[in-house]
């Protein structure tokens, strides 16, 4: 934690990193307020001193579990040579969506959309919204690929990410369900694959 934000924020972000694994493999619905005080050890008037509700705190969790994904794309991606291998990084890190450095409780994108769809609407928004950034980020990485002469001209660069999106978060639903991350394995070659593809050769 930072040391140099106040004592309230670092209680807020305490808060924040040891109930994100709780929310994100329990859900919303299935995470209790006596999680959350267990989790934690502070009382209900401690976390509610520091959040409206329950599901202000799910809305920063759900914030701080994307985070960490996006943590590792970003670094990765700055390091990564051509627009190829930026591409190639969503795959690369999604490989190790059981490892210690991927949220516990596995997409935090896919967790909240199916729980929050027509139940919970700030949930969903930000489910929602992380789609739509991610493939605003893709878009923007295919384009610039195009730009550079490194992918064909003709792409059809919503199709590509929106199947590099749905590819992903189906491989980790697939994965989780079946119990064998191998699963997801294999669907990330397919989305290798679709990269590859997209080479102007």
């Not at 709780?22 to 209790?32: E, V």
């Not at 999680?35 to 701080?64: C, P, R, W």
């Not at 893709?138 to 929106?162: H, M, P, Q, V, W």
Request: hydrophobic fraction near 40%; include cysteine.
């Amino acid at each position: 934690m930072d040391n140099g934000l106040s004592k309230a924020e670092r209680t807020r972000q305490f808060i924040i990193e040891t109930t994100a694994g709780i929310f994100n493999t329990k859900g919303y619905a299935g995470t209790s307020l006596s999680d959350l005080t267990d989790a934690t050890h502070l009382t209900k008037g401690s976390i509610y001193g520091n959040f409206e509700n329950k599901e202000d705190v799910a809305l920063a969790a759900f914030d701080y579990n994307l985070s960490k994904i996006r943590k590792q794309i970003v670094q990765r991606i700055q390091k990564a040579a051509n627009y190829h291998d930026k591409l190639m990084v969503y795959a690369q890190v999604y490989h190790s969506f059981n490892g210690a450095s991927f949220p516990t409780g596995g997409c935090p994108i896919l967790n909240t959309a199916i729980e929050a769809d027509d139940t919970n609407t700030l949930l969903k928004a930000k489910a929602a919204k992380a789609v739509a950034d991610w493939k605003k980020d893709l878009n923007a990485l295919i384009s610039g690929g195009i730009d550079a002469g490194e992918f064909k001209a003709d792409t059809d660069i919503d199709r590509i990410a929106y199947s590099i999106i749905a590819l992903i978060e189906g491989g980790i639903m697939i994965a989780k369900i079946t119990g064998h991350p191998v699963n997801l394995d294999r669907v990330l070659i397919t989305v290798e694959s679709l990269i590859v593809q997209l080479k102007n050769n």
